[in-house]
């Protein structure tokens, strides 16, 4: 089975792509992910449509704002992750044309 998400070996954070991964490891300097098939959770607030991730963010919602109902759109949101790394652009620069002679006719 693909994996949907990355897993951080240090904390057990998951992260939803490679994206997310390298955004975690700089922040937090780990850098021990493994493949997981367990979905990010996506917990969607029914009162203002905050986005949570864990249930720890949906309960710490719940005691800031009162707002109790969530949506689980776990499965929804899950996608096979890509562990392809996006790449730096690699768009093919036109040419610059460089050297072209722009010696100007001196007026003297
Ligand atoms: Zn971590
Ligand atoms: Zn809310």
């Given amino acids: 089975m693909a994996g949907l998400s990355l897993q951080c ?3 057990g954070t998951l992260l939803k ?3 997310e ?3 975690h490891a700089e922040l937090t300097s780990h850098s021990n ?7 990010v959770l996506n917990l969607i607030c029914s009162s203002c449509g905050k986005p949570c991730r864990s249930k720890t963010e949906s309960d710490l919602h719940t005691k800031r704002t009162g707002h109790t109902e969530f949506v689980d759109r776990t499965l929804e949101a ?3 992750i890509s562990l ?3 790449k730096a652009s690699a768009d093919s620069e036109e040419d610059v044309v ?11």
Avoid at 33 to 39: G, L, N, R, V, Y
Avoid at 98 to 108: H, N
């Fill in 9 to 11: 070996g240090d904390c």
């Fill in 17 to 19: 792509s490679v994206e």
């Fill in 21 to 23: 991964a390298q955004e």
């Fill in 33 to 39: 992910f493994a493949e997981s098939t367990e979905a």
């Fill in 78 to 80: 899950a996608k096979p």
């Fill in 84 to 86: 392809e790394v996006p």
């Fill in 98 to 108: 460089a050297g072209e002679s722009s010696q100007t006719e001196g007026d003297i």
